[in-house]
């Protein structure tokens, strides 16, 4: 697949968590990335490191393609990403190690059939009687 106009074709040479890593594009400086449309288990949360251990097998030292879609609250650029041509997105979700999350907009259709498969098998999170999805880990962590 060719690279879309605004696609960055960097280089990931961190991971901090299974949604988020770090890469450099070109001469630029490193740019933190939140992979757009889903949200991984924290990493003190369950199944938040085998999370992170499946993203570093994917990207680490990977070139990534990365379409930026925006920014968030933390600065972060929030982009579609691919690793070694894999859809990162769809590959976290589809191992059932990240919740399909869309707070502003419609979740993809692609990606929310991965998660019912993902459920419909129990694999990764799914495995859990009652898997608690990040945001709610945040928001009672807040607490």
């Known amino acids: 697949m060719p690279l879309a106009a605004s696609a960055l074709l960097c280089l990931v040479i961190a991971v901090s968590d299974g949604d988020t890593l770090t890469a450099r594009c070109g001469d630029r400086r490193p740019v933190k ?11 003190r949360q369950a199944f938040g490191d085998r999370a992170r251990a499946a993203l570093l097998r994917l990207c680490l030292r990977q070139a990534a393609q990365l379409r930026t ?3 968030d609250d933390y600065g972060r650029t929030v982009a579609h ?11 976290q979700v589809g191992a059932g190690l990240a919740w399909v999350y869309a707070p502003r907009s419609r979740p993809d259709a692609r990606l929310a059939a991965l998660q019912r498969q ?8 799914w495995s859990q009687a009652r898997p608690q999805a990040p945001w709610e880990y945040r928001r009672r962590a807040r607490r």
């Open 33 to 43: 990335v939140r992979i757009a449309a889903i949200d991984a288990p924290e990493r």
């Open 69 to 71: 879609v925006a920014r």
């Open 118 to 125: 993902a459920q419909a098998r129990r694999a990764g999170l």
């Open 81 to 91: 990403v691919r690793c070694a041509g894999q859809d990162v997105a769809g590959a």
